[in-house]
């Protein structure tokens, strides 16, 4: 079984969102939890330990949709991400009503060995329907008046970046590029709220494979699992995933700011990327880190 990283783990124990791992089996009745985070427990009533080994039917009840569960392994099957609105079952056997997000981990070498799972904002049984409608734009929020109209002009850099950037670069030394296991929890501290690691696929797919905290909050949601061509507004996020092949193709560094602006509301993000290898010079993850302006 392919173990998770030292530098996963601790990342999500600290998402404000639930989120568990589960085996990928190719038949559903053999998959089992592998992992679930101190949200998870909170929400359901489970337990690391209560959860570890169970079943990957272990929240589902009376009025969980079984259609949507079909719909789900079709996704699952053509490696797309499924999201939609679910009935769960706590521990104590009530019922809550969910946005469930669930999507296949791929590896750098296309492989893919586990389904993440979270869970977004409860809503209310009698408006599932209605929030499957519901297009979530993933944006660099909140925006900041300008009344005036003069918008500011772009930051070059951040200092947190700079030093991230030298962190790297050390690291780095006289090989083509750092491991990917060169990094990890300790040695990224001071960065990790902030951090974001994508997973690059043999198809050129980029995976979230770490979302930070602080990045949860900027953009209003954990995106841990999600695909970077999957999420809107796409004109925003095609420049982004532009960015990254970027820095796949030149295998160095890459700052690519993020602003939007609509009239005399702006936002705008530092960001910095960094190519990482899995052996050799091949990319096989990108990490980021994501500063808001108003932090300067």
Not at 134 to 159: C, F, N, Q
Not at 203 to 214: K, L, M, S, T
């Amino acid at each position: 079984m392919v173990s998770f990283s030292n530098l996963v783990q601790p990342i999500w124990e600290v998402s404000p969102y639930p989120l568990a791992v589960i085996s990928y089996e190719l038949d559903p009745q053999d998959r089992k939890y592998v992992y679930v985070n101190a949200a998870f427990t909170t929400l359901t009533g489970y337990t690391s330990v209560e959860a570890v080994g169970q079943p990957a039917t272990l929240l589902h009840g009376p009025r969980t949709d079984l259609a949507a569960l079909r719909e789900c392994e079709t996704k699952l099957s053509q490696g797309k991400t499924f999201d939609s609105s679910l009935v769960h079952y706590r521990k104590d056997g009530s019922e809550y009503a969910c946005r469930v997000m669930v999507a296949p981990l791929v590896e750098h070498d296309g492989s893919e060995h586990f389904l993440i799972t979270i869970e977004m904002a409860s809503v209310p049984s009698d408006e599932l329907s209605a929030s499957d409608d519901i297009v979530p734009l993933t944006l660099p929020m909140p925006l900041k008046e300008y009344p005036d109209g003069k918008l500011p002009a772009h930051l070059r850099s951040h200092p947190e970046l700079d030093a991230l950037l030298a962190l790297w670069t050390k690291i780095r030394g006289g090989r083509p590029l750092p491991l990917r296991t060169d990094f990890d929890a300790d040695t990224l501290k001071e960065w990790v709220p902030h951090l974001s690691i994508t997973t690059v696929a043999p198809n050129g797919r980029f995976q979230f494979r770490v979302f930070g905290r602080e990045l949860t909050r900027v953009y209003g949601r954990d995106l841990t699992g999600s695909f970077l061509d999957d999420l809107t507004p796409r004109d925003l996020w095609s420049v982004i995933i532009l960015h990254y092949h970027e820095a796949v193709g030149t295998r160095e560094p890459v700052f690519a700011p993020i602003s939007i602006a609509n009239g005399h509301w702006y936002n705008e993000v530092s960001r910095l990327l960094l190519p990482l290898a899995t052996e050799r010079d091949t990319v096989g993850f990108v990490m980021g880190a994501d500063y808001v302006r108003d932090t300067l």
